[in-house]
């Protein structure tokens, strides 16, 4: 079965500082990868996909970048981060068939809760 | 463009009571269409889908059917339990799904069931 991996949990960083939050899958081989962006009361906002290594699209233009370096391998950098920069991160993964209704389901980690101070 | 809609909550029920979590879309299409559950502290799990127009998704002793005459995808359960208690969020996949088409979400109903 396929499992997806986030870390940190948890991360307080002050203003300015540089970020890296990584994300890995297990168990399936070229997903596509997406990172989130869940901010205290509001619906998540999509950041960036990946459809294979080195592959990033960016949805939402900021101070955030990704990196797709390993087939399931995802991150998630900042080098400066800003007080707007905080919130729950999630990262996703789907089959790698585009357009297909086997791609369309989306799987979720566990999330890095990220606050700038 | 596409979009959800989601009754707002927080709704609020004693353990046993019937759930009803109101969702609609607007779309192109026949879209697939989904449930997904925060727990606190956690990332969001997949409750269940429905990929055309009259499926039941059900999982847990959720469900939810499509209906593109209504344009709706309602959650319900039977019986609510304490451990019921958490964040739902309705969502969909645009009919043209290529890699790396966003899910579009509504904006969660906080769900809170006390014994």
């Known amino acids: 079965s396929q499992t997806i991996h986030q870390w940190p949990a948890t991360l307080v960083q002050p203003v300015g500082s540089p970020l890296s939050l990584e994300c890995t899958v297990e168990g399936t081989s070229n997903p596509n990868l997406y990172w989130y962006r869940q901010a205290a009361g509001r619906g998540l906002q999509l950041l960036f996909y990946?459809?294979?290594?080195?592959?990033i699209s960016s949805e939402v233009p900021q101070n955030l970048s990704a990196s797709r370096p390993q087939d399931r391998q995802f991150i998630l950098s900042s080098k400066k981060l800003l007080l707007s920069d905080s919130g729950f991160y999630l990262c996703?993964?789907?089959?790698?068939?585009?357009?297909?209704?086997?791609?369309?389901?989306?799987?979720f980690g566990p999330g890095t809760r990220l606050t700038v101070l | 463009g596409d979009s959800v809609t989601q009754m707002e909550g927080p709704v609020t029920l004693s353990e046993e009571a019937f759930l009803t979590i109101n969702c609609t879309y607007t779309a192109t299409g026949y879209p697939s269409l989904f449930w997904y559950v925060q727990y606190p502290g956690e990332g969001l799990q997949l409750l269940l889908k429905?990929?055309?127009?009259?499926d039941k998704g059900s999982n847990k002793g959720f469900e939810a059917t499509y209906r593109k005459e209504t344009t709706s995808f309602h959650l319900e359960k039977g019986s609510v339990q304490v451990s019921d208690s958490a964040v739902y969020f309705c969502?969909?996949?645009?009919?043209?799904?290529?890699?790396?088409?966003?899910?579009?979400f509504g904006k969660g109903t906080t769900l809170s069931v006390s014994s």
């Open positions: 429905a990929t055309k127009a009259d």
């Open positions: 990946s459809v294979g290594i080195g592959q």
């Open positions: 969502a969909l996949s645009p009919l043209a799904n290529q890699a790396g088409t966003a899910l579009i």
């Open positions: 996703a993964w789907s089959l790698g068939t585009s357009g297909t209704r086997r791609s369309d389901t989306q799987y």
